[in-house]
């Protein structure tokens, strides 16, 4: 794959005079054709345009659109990415300007939001609500049918907010009568509530706090089945913050950094054998806990909760160094006698198809058919 996303940038770098003359209005009929064969060699379901940059007057984004999960391989082709003058790349739809953002929703939707106002509110998890609140001509609360569509109401958010806010922190998107705001406002207004929710974190690691918190206990009702990708069969868990435990069910919109200011990273242990019915796996998961604080700890890292599946055991954990504290983990649980169906998985979206084996050589953990392992 290295070698691929090497070869892709050679590629482009090739491809750059014909691509530069675009920006200056000749036309590059073959472009759509060209980057489904070089860039559709490392992953076609990698999204990209070609604009203005922040910084510079030429911008390509590769973007996995709604398949967060692909975000580690896009990041690392970004990170391998050679120094082209005049030239930025980036992983993320920006926001655009009120004007544009108009454009970008009339061409996509067919939908004219002149006019339209957006109602920002405090969501779930720390995520914000986004509420489209038509312009009076047209609307008719008591049609059922809003003026916007959804669809559209999606590109407008995308178009105002850019697409790295609109993944992390968006949480309902709806339409509907509000107190509004004019759309030229509403980046600004997010990024304000993003870092007034940002300043209300504690300033110290979970796993700190979880030392001293007092433990509220969850019960969940799993279908049962032959195996569970994720924690699909959890069934009792304890958590020492219950607004994170929330927000990690499901865990395709969560992203650590709603739910720290120092940098942590949240995932969790899961353990073949630990499950309902098995002997003592309470006393066993147990000590395992025990001994990863001893572990992670000085590292500032630790467990935050633990929770107990048909099948599995599971220890949930807040980690500052990721890289470390699998080194860690590996060198504490393998003398334990972990078994080898033992992984270390993420809760953030965009590490969903993202596992560690506690053991070099150890298993693939369950997965969907898009290869997530935790869902």
């Known amino acids: 794959m290295l070698a691929r996303i090497d070869t892709w940038w050679r590629e482009l770098q090739a491809k750059l005079p014909s691509v530069e003359a675009m920006f200056a209005g000749?036309?590059?009929?073959?472009?759509?054709?060209?980057?489904?064969?070089?860039?559709?060699?490392?992953?076609?379901?990698?999204m990209w345009e070609f604009g203005p940059g922040l910084r510079t007057k030429r911008c390509l984004v590769l973007?996995?659109?709604?398949?967060?999960?692909?975000?580690?391989?896009?990041?690392?082709?970004?990170?391998?990415?050679?120094?082209?003058?005049?030239?930025?790349?980036?992983?993320?739809?920006?926001?655009?300007?009120?004007?544009?953002?108009?454009?970008?929703?009339?061409?996509?939707?067919?939908?004219?939001v002149t006019g339209h106002h957006v109602s920002l509110a405090r969501g779930r998890g720390g995520m914000i609500d986004f509420t489209v609140v038509p312009r009076r001509r047209g609307w008719n609360p008591f049609r059922g049918t809003p003026a916007v569509s959804d669809g559209a109401a999606f590109v407008l958010a995308e178009s105002l907010l850019g697409e790295e806010v609109l993944d992390n922190w968006m949480g309902i998107l709806e339409v509907g009568q509000a107190e509004g705001?004019?759309?030229?406002?509403?980046?600004?207004?997010?990024?304000?509530?993003?870092?007034?929710?940002?300043?209300?974190?504690?300033?110290?690691?979970?796993?700190?706090?979880?030392?001293d918190a007092q433990y509220a206990a969850v019960k969940l009702e799993p279908v049962p089945s032959d195996d569970y990708v994720g924690r699909l069969d959890l069934a009792i868990a304890t958590t020492s913050d219950v607004a994170l435990f929330e927000a990690t069910h499901p865990c395709n919109r969560f992203a650590s950094e709603r739910f720290s200011r120092v940098g942590e990273r949240f995932g969790y242990l899961k353990i073949d054998g630990l499950g309902i019915g098995t002997e003592q796996p309470v006393e066993r998961r147990t000590r395992y806990e025990d001994a990863i604080n001893d572990a992670l700890r000085p590292i500032r890292g630790?467990?935050?909760?633990?929770?107990?599946?048909?099948?599995?055991?599971?220890?949930?954990?807040?980690?500052?160094?990721?890289?470390?504290?699998?080194?860690?983990?590996?060198?504490?649980?393998?003398?334990?006698?972990?078994?080898?169906?033992?992984?270390?998985?993420?809760?953030?979206?965009?590490?969903g198809a993202e596992w560690v084996s506690m053991w070099q050589d150890g298993p693939a953990p369950p997965m969907d058919e898009d290869g997530l392992v935790s869902t």
């Open 302 to 351: 630790g467990v935050i909760g633990s929770g107990t599946g048909l099948r599995y055991g599971y220890l949930d954990l807040a980690m500052v160094d990721v890289a470390g504290s699998i080194e860690r983990l590996r060198a504490t649980l393998q003398p334990l006698g972990v078994v080898e169906r033992s992984w270390l998985l993420f809760y953030d979206a965009a590490l």
């Open 181 to 211: 705001m004019p759309l030229a406002w509403v980046h600004k207004a997010a990024r304000q509530m993003i870092d007034e929710h940002k300043a209300t974190l504690p300033p110290v690691p979970r796993s700190t706090l979880a030392a």
């Open 63 to 112: 973007t996995p659109e709604m398949r967060r999960f692909l975000r580690p391989l896009v990041d690392e082709i970004l990170r391998r990415a050679p120094r082209m003058d005049g030239w930025e790349f980036r992983g993320y739809r920006l926001p655009d300007s009120e004007q544009n953002a108009l454009a970008t929703v009339q061409q996509r939707t067919g939908t004219d």
């Open 26 to 46: 000749q036309p590059l009929p073959d472009l759509a054709e060209w980057m489904e064969t070089h860039l559709g060699a490392l992953d076609r379901r990698i």
